[in-house]
């Protein structure tokens, strides 16, 4: 490996995120950006690294920077979102989501979900159904989805943002009725 092979050193990083190896991962993918700064997808991973890490501001760095590099890097838009939705800064968050809907022309399922969390939190509820409904059309694997929603109501502690279990409940199982519904 030549000192200067980028390349490597990415798939480096690679493998130790892989193996979650977070800090080794960021150590390589670091050393690609020495190389060559204007590396999109480093930031981008280095971020993925932060974030498992649980260091959310400095993945939101990393994902501000991404985007600086690459503005149309969707899913740096997608995990900028998901992280200031983490951190309750919904309006920040709402900007980052909605890009990242727009740069994956309405045909991923999970920044409507997302969105539809912004909007239960700030109390639309029926917005938020809208958004849950137009992300669950998107989810080839549909229980995935219902997965993903329980996830994150403790993730983003809902219950500690004034959203009942049982209210939350109530929404999924009307989901999934409609579900049903559309399946028939």
């Known amino acids: 490996m030549k000192p200067d092979d980028h390349e490597a050193f990415y798939n480096i990083g690679e493998a130790y995120y ?40 400095k993945a939101i760095e990393c994902y501000q920077k991404a985007i600086e590099i690459k503005p149309d890097d969707e899913d740096a838009w997608h995990s900028l979102g998901w992280n200031k939705l983490l951190l309750h800064e919904l309006e920040e968050a709402e900007r980052a989501l909605l890009k990242s809907w727009e740069l994956c022309n309405h045909l991923e399922g999970n920044p409507p979900m ?56 109530q929404m999924l199982q009307e989901l999934r009725q409609d579900d049903a519904t559309q399946g028939s």
């Open 114 to 169: 997302n969105l539809g969390h912004i909007n239960l939190l700030r109390g639309f509820q029926e917005k938020a159904m809208e958004w849950y409904r137009t992300s669950l059309a998107l989810w080839e694997d549909k229980e995935a989805f219902f997965q993903g929603m329980e996830s994150d109501f403790k993730d983003l502690e809902m219950a500690h943002h004034g959203i009942s279990r049982a209210a939350y409940a």
């Open 18 to 57: 892989a193996l979650g190896e977070n800090k080794k991962a960021i150590e390589w993918y670091q050393q690609v950006i020495d190389m060559k700064p204007d590396d999109h997808e480093a930031f981008y991973n280095i971020g993925e690294a932060y974030y498992a890490l649980g260091e959310k501001d």
